[in-house]
């Protein structure tokens, strides 16, 4: 493996780690959250998401606890946990 290759793994290691713990800290929220209130839920997560992204991007300091990285890392769970509930982790 190349280093790009060696880093996507790692990048994805660590997705799949903070997804998992995420998910289990949280009660599976997310699922439940759309079953709720309707698939308007995904875009609000992604949007939240998106909008800190967007605050730590301009300001370009950290104001609270969670990084850039931290951010993007939650903006690629979300949508791997809507891919999954879609059933497309089967």
Do not use: H, P
Not at 27 to 41: H, L, M, P, Q
Not at 61 to 89: H, M, N, P, W
């Amino acid at each position: 493996m190349n280093d790009f290759e060696i880093n996507i793994e790692m990048l994805l290691t660590m997705l799949n780690e903070t997804l998992k713990k995420k998910n289990k800290d949280y009660g599976d929220s997310y699922v439940k959250s759309v079953e709720e209130f309707g698939n308007v839920v995904t875009l609000i997560r992604l949007g939240d998401k998106f909008n800190r992204l967007k605050q730590l991007i301009q300001n370009n300091e950290q104001k609270v606890d969670e990084s850039i990285e931290d951010t993007l890392l939650d903006l690629a769970g979300y949508c791997i946990l809507e891919l999954e509930r879609r059933g497309r982790g089967k």
